[in-house]
């Protein structure tokens, strides 16, 4: 066996390879031999092949690669896509990796080229699948409105979309690739991205939160997964978002303080449950529970009380009578009994639930107060008339009186109806000069003076009133300070109080009677046990001839009132079912 049989035996299990195409070329390119593979992927027989030069057959420019291979007399290595007619479509190209090695004899000259061939058509489309796939990857992270980092195990930028290369415009994209976002952005070591960031980067799992980036100052929603290369982050600019949720945070922190601080009384109930969900510190004030024994409750289970009859807000908010507008309406308190008020009710959505906000504004104060004006205003119109009519009736008196005198010596038998007609005349003569009391608008000289000294002096007379009806008065003095006062009328206003008082009690009782002081006024009050006054009837106390006595004037409380004013002073009452007390204030002159 010579050398040539034994290489060729040595070569020929591994020119046979199936999956490589292998030919033997001389220097000049020509084949000597090509294997089975070889002649298969162009369809042709072996024996075709010897002798025909490669570049003939195949004509292409890498014949620059197969004279550098035998210039340099190293091997050369290259893809291509061989054997294709040029209009193939892709599916039919194929794929070679190629190698040309030099051969040498023994004297080291290149003697043959090995030309091998391996088909790497499949492995060429998986690559060209996966650089396809990475585009498109690309061109959905350069295409969506997300801003989109990728970091590297390192904390390095190591892409970034083109929303972000608009995130931030003080710098340019490419400064940031390859730098530590620790570096780049000192502010966000302190910042929850750090904490975040790493959590993703050594644990694996994915975060997402929400931050203010120091940089921008924008909010940003932020998700963070992890990758094998380092982690991706993807965010949304959520300034404008993040600013309305603190715009609505800011307008119910201003409508809590308005609501808790306002002096209107308020609540918020929801329409469903009927139950209090709020109310602020006037509603506590004025209605009288304490927030416990509110919150969470209905005015049922409460045990607010109702009127009779009357509609109340459940029933309102049941008839979706809502919204509505300063309504006069009544209102409930625990202990203080009706008030009035006027109500305005808005829908409002509370924790998903509707609500109405409840307004209500206390007008007892003030209604009060409009009818004293009412009262005053008539008092004055029947005090001017007073003065005027109360002298032309008590002049035609006193005649009548005087002749009435001068008949009854001559008509001794009828002594008793002489009488009983002058006092009848004296009993109209003191009801008119009583009356004239009212006419007062100036007051009578007033002197500093002690009120205690005048009721010691009064307080007798008082007694003997009691006894006459079977009642006992005490009387409580404590030191008081002096005040400006004009003692006939002073001692005119305690009468009447005391009388009606007297009059008042029930058997068996007794009336009191208290001097006190305030840094403001000093006061006297008179209390007695009695039915108490009903709200009616106090409506129209002070009234000229308002009574409920059969024979009384009516006059009593209405002079009363008018020279506590002239007084600078007031009478107030305060009255329930088992007693009844009138204070009388008169200021303290400045400086006590
Ligand atoms: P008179 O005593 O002549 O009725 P007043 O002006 O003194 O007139 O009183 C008016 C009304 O006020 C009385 O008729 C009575 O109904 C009521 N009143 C006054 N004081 C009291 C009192 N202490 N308790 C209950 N009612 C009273
Ligand atoms: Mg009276």
Redesign the pocket.
């Known amino acids: 066996m010579n050398d040539t049989e034994k290489r060729s035996r040595l070569y020929e299990p591994l020119f046979n390879m199936p999956h490589l195409a292998i030919a033997l070329l001389d220097k000049e390119f020509n084949y000597i031999e090509v294997n089975e593979t070889y002649a298969k992927s162009d369809n042709r027989s072996r024996d075709f092949f010897p002798g025909k030069n490669h570049f003939v057959l195949y004509p292409s420019e890498v014949i620059v690669l197969f004279r550098q291979a035998l210039e340099t007399r190293l091997p050369v290595q290259s893809v291509g896509r061989l054997f294709g007619s040029a209009d193939a479509s892709d599916r039919e190209i194929i794929h070679w990796e190629w190698a040309l090695s030099p051969i040498f004899d023994e004297h080291g000259e290149v003697d043959m080229l090995l030309f091998s061939l391996r088909n790497v058509t499949n492995k060429m489309r998986a690559k060209h699948a996966l650089i396809k796939a990475n585009e498109n990857l690309a061109h959905i992270l350069e295409s969506i409105s997300s801003i989109f980092y990728f970091l590297d195990t390192d904390y390095c930028f190591t892409y970034m979309n083109k929303a972000a290369d608009k995130h931030i415009k003080s710098i340019r994209p490419d400064d940031m690739l390859g730098k530590c976002i620790w570096d780049m952005f000192p502010a966000l070591r302190e910042s929850l991205a750090y904490e975040k960031l790493h959590t993703v980067m050594n644990q694996r799992v994915s975060e997402h939160f929400e931050i203010l980036l120091p940089y921008t100052n924008k909010w940003a929603d932020v998700y963070v997964y992890p990758s094998p290369q380092g982690i991706s982050i993807f965010f949304n600019d959520i300034t404008a978002k993040k600013e309305a949720e603190l715009e609505f945070a800011r307008t119910q922190k201003k409508f809590a303080t308005i609501f808790n601080t306002s002096p209107t009384i308020m609540s918020i109930r929801c329409l469903r449950t009927d139950r209090y969900l709020e109310v602020n510190e006037a509603w506590i004030d004025a209605i009288g529970y304490t927030r416990d024994e509110v919150i969470g409750k209905t005015p049922k289970e409460m045990g607010l009380p109702t009127t009779p009859g009357a509609e109340t807000m459940t029933d309102v908010f049941k008839a979706r009578q809502l919204p509505f507008k300063e309504r006069p309406r009544q209102f409930h308190t625990k202990s203080r009994g009706v008030r009035e008020g006027i109500m305005s009710a808005s829908l409002m959505e509370l924790n998903g639930e509707e609500c109405a906000l409840v307004v209500t504004t206390d007008l007892t104060e003030q209604r009060a107060l409009e009818r004293e004006m009412q009262r005053l205003d008539k008092l004055n119109v029947i005090a001017q008339m007073a003065s005027g009519v109360g002298h032309e009736i008590r002049n035609p008196l006193t005649v009548v009186r005087g002749f009435l005198q001068l008949l009854q010596g001559r008509y001794p038998d009828s002594a008793y109806q002489f009488n009983m007609m002058i006092s009848e005349l004296d009993r109209a003569n003191g009801i008119i000069t009583e009356f004239l009391a009212l006419a007062k608008t100036k007051p009578d000289e007033q002197k500093l003076g002690s009120i205690n000294d005048v009721i010691e002096r009064i307080f007798p007379m008082l007694r003997a009133k009691a006894l006459e009806f079977q009642r006992e008065i005490c009387l409580h003095v404590s030191n008081t300070p002096e005040v400006l006062l004009s003692e006939p009328e002073l001692r005119q206003i305690l009468l009447?109080l005391t009388?009606?008082a007297i009059?008042a009690s029930t058997h068996d009782t007794q009336v009191d009677i208290c001097t006190y002081h305030t840094d403001k006024d000093a006061i006297v009050s008179v209390t007695n046990k009695g039915p108490g006054i009903t709200p009616e009837v106090k409506k129209l106390l002070g009234t000229p001839f308002f009574t409920t006595k059969d024979h009384?004037t009516g006059l009593?409380?209405a002079i009363s009132y008018n020279l506590a004013k002239l007084h600078g002073g007031s009478i107030e009452l305060d009255s329930n079912e088992e007693e009844t007390t009138f204070f009388l204030r008169l200021p303290l002159p400045l400086g006590t």
């Open positions: 009447n009388i009606n009059e009384g009593g409380l």
